[in-house]
């Protein structure tokens, strides 16, 4: 399948290297393409690069891993129509500038309204999947961990969740589907918590598993 990744921060560079591994074709963007270039040392010649019209427009499947506060920006340089009934695998989180409080993220969003919610009514013709908003970049691809991690996931449409599902299955995740977009209210300040031993001890190789009767 073409992926396109918006983003070219830890996430866009983990999950570049994961769809390549996996097999898909993968077009990732920046507004500077040319840092892009030095990930083929660790990554490979497997991927193309391009802006984010043409990597929107490239994909049949879309992950987006900009900065929180850029997402609207972002996709808004995507040329009108190309967004339209794709997926979009959505990783942000809704960080402010602030710095933590005793480890503790801020969201320049509310409990009543999720990054995800402004996102989907914003672009209303694309489908979008919170995905691999909890937990590091470094654990998003078959993370090696003492079991497998579940990846909370939601959005409004069923199609879209059933192409994270196999995408996430391939990389090595539980997939939990909490729902409609609203759910991304609870899905998103999981990124608070999982940062928090981080921040107070160091401790990034972690993730979160539902356990069931
Ligand atoms: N880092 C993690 O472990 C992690 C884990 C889970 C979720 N997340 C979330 O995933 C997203 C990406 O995180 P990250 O750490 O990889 O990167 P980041 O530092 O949060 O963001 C870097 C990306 O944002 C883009 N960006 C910034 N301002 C922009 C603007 N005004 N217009 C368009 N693009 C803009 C940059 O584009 P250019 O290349 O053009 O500069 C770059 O692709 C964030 O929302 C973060 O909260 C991160």
């Not at 942000?92 to 996102?119: C, K, Q, Y």
């Not at 909370?152 to 996430?168: P, Q, S, V, Y």
């Not at 990124?191 to 928090?196: D, H, P, T, V």
């Amino acid at each position: 399948m073409n992926v396109g990744i918006i983003g070219s921060g830890s996430v866009g560079q983990a999950l570049t290297a994961g769809f390549v591994r996996h097999g898909h074709a993968v077009m990732v963007a920046s507004r500077d393409t040319a840092k892009l270039e030095q990930w083929r040392e660790s990554i490979g010649s497997g991927y193309r690069t391009g802006d984010i019209a043409e990597t929107a427009a490239f994909g049949e499947l879309l992950v987006l891993a900009v900065k929180g506060s850029a997402a609207e920006e972002a996709l808004d340089l995507a040329t009108p129509g190309s967004l339209a009934g794709k997926t979009i695998l959505d990783a942000t989180n809704p960080i402010a500038d602030s710095p933590p409080t005793n480890g503790v993220l801020h969201f320049f969003t509310s409990l009543e309204e999720s990054l995800m919610e402004r996102l989907q009514r914003r672009f209303s013709d694309a489908n979008f999947v919170k995905a691999f908003s909890c937990v590091g970049a470094h654990l998003m691809v078959n993370p090696a961990l003492e079991s497998m991690p579940s990846m909370f996931i939601c959005g409004n449409d069923d199609a879209a969740k059933a192409e994270a599902r196999e995408i996430l299955a391939q990389f090595g995740w539980d997939v939990e589907d909490m729902g409609a977009a609203e759910a991304a209210r609870a899905i998103e300040p999981l990124c608070i918590l999982w940062c928090i031993p981080g921040f107070l001890g160091q401790r990034w190789v972690h993730a979160f598993k539902l356990l069931k009767a």
